[in-house]
């Protein structure tokens, strides 16, 4: 089956960095996005990996190994505002895209 | 860029009633719109995908009879929930996608509906 892991919840501390993990089992992979849901709101798009390696964009970056099934979402710089969940979906080889349930992420001053 | 509209924004009506949900690309053209419905503290929820000018496709589970979806032009998907009852009550959200590969979804500001 197609399953893809993240933890439920996290918390870190404003100003600080955090890494959300991601692992995949699907068949077949033709990339990796991250989307950021507030509550109560749909999801906006953060990044796109298909190739390994990392993508930086501002205080976000994404990284990818295909090989390991594995990507992380790194937020550097927390700020109260990037409380929210934070959703990891894989396009498989027939570019369905397969949600993970998401994590959602605490910000403490 | 990839600005998808969608509205109603809240929609409060009684059971029974049909409701028309529309999702619009603004500047660029969708070959595949996705309709999610997400239950309160929930993942979201594929319920169906939709290509212009063919039939949706339905997720397992989904009623295509109860979730009428038309998709006629490369802009406009449209989500008609027929005859509303209050477990039908949800966050429904609608995403699209241009035509080129490995174009991320971008996802409408969703529809509240409350059947009462």
């Known amino acids: 089956g197609q399953n893809i892991d993240q933890p439920t919840e996290m918390t870190a501390t404003e100003g600080a960095i955090v890494q959300i993990n991601c692992t995949y089992q699907?068949?077949?992979?033709?990339?990796l996005f991250w989307y950021q849901q507030h509550a109560g709101e749909a999801p906006t798009f953060l990044s796109y990996n298909v190739l390994d390696g990392l993508e930086e964009k501002g205080r976000f970056s994404s990284f990818l190994s295909r090989s390991k099934g594995y990507s992380y979402l790194l937020l550097k710089e927390l700020q109260m505002k990037d409380s929210a969940s934070y959703l990891c979906?894989?396009?498989?080889?027939?570019?369905?895209?397969?949600w993970g349930a998401g994590t959602k992420l605490i910000i403490k001053p | 860029g990839a600005v998808v509209s969608q509205h109603p924004s809240w929609v409060i009506c009684k059971s029974g009633t049909s409701v028309k949900i529309e999702c619009r690309s603004l500047?660029?053209?969708?070959?595949?719109m996705f309709w999610y419905r997400q239950f309160p503290k929930q993942s979201l929820m594929l319920m169906a995908t939709s290509n212009e000018g063919s039939k949706a496709t339905y997720e397992q589970g989904v009623e295509k009879d109860k979730f009428l979806i038309n998709h006629a032009s490369l802009t406009l998907s449209t989500l008609t929930v027929t005859s509303a009852h209050p477990e039908d009550s949800s966050f429904y959200i609608c995403?699209?996608?241009?035509?080129?590969?490995?174009?991320?979804?971008?996802f409408g500001d969703g529809t509240r509906l409350s059947i009462l």
């Open positions: 500047d660029f053209q969708a070959t595949t």
């Open positions: 699907t068949s077949g992979f033709n990339g």
């Open positions: 979906a894989v396009t498989d080889s027939n570019y369905q895209l397969i």
């Open positions: 995403s699209a996608s241009g035509t080129a590969e490995h174009q991320p979804q971008h």
